[in-house]
């Protein structure tokens, strides 16, 4: 059986935004270690294998905004989508304590072979996707655990990442922080720019108009709080665009 190293949701959807998520779930493909990295079962369920919560509020955002959506379907632990091909982090050997067995020993070879096989048309298809109009916006959705192993707790409940493209960024962070009841953070818990990730990519590098968005994990744990949390995003968005006029 061929293995499809992502989903889409709504490709002939109209609305000009295109949503991203490129930490969509914690799967081993089967051709890589047989389905297995060696990994816990519990440590396979943290934020290290994948954005705990990112694809459920991706999936209701899409809809919310009639756009549509690409989903990773890999780990990325297995190989990272949002790290460039030359990145020392796009295979992983150790991550916040845990090691990853499967990667100890990944060569040259290994590594073509995982992203000829899930990154390569991973991002062909967000390619396709983003140029399916000329004034595609671009969200990137991600969510962050609110605590790495020996460090203090994060407080934003959720935050807005840009670089030298902040055309949209700006202004929705201020909006956001319109909302008395969230902390909202600016290029927290990272810095908001790798080269060759993807927005970068995606976004930066054509010109398109971006935003990369993370929310706390722990407050997108069910599919509740992953609704209420897109149908909060959706009209927001739609309303920081529309002043904008981009």
Known sequence: ???????MLGEDRPSRWLITCDHATNTVPPCVGGGDLG???EDMARHIAYDVGAAGVTRHLSELLDAP????NFSRLVIDPNRGEDDPTLVMKLY???VVPANRDVDEAERTRRLDALYHPYHAAVSRLASRQDNTVIVAMHSYTAQLQGREMRPWHIAILHDRDSRLATPLIARLREEPDLCVGENEPYGGHLDGDSIDRHAVLPGRVNVLIEIRNDLIETEDQQRGWAERLAPVLTETLAKIRL
Do not use: W
Request: a negative charge; aromatic letters at 12%; zero cysteines.
């Open 69 to 72: 959506a690409i989903l990773s």
């Open 1 to 7: 059986m061929t293995y499809h190293p992502y989903h």
């Open 39 to 41: 990994v816990a079962p």
């Open 96 to 98: 916040d304590g845990t």
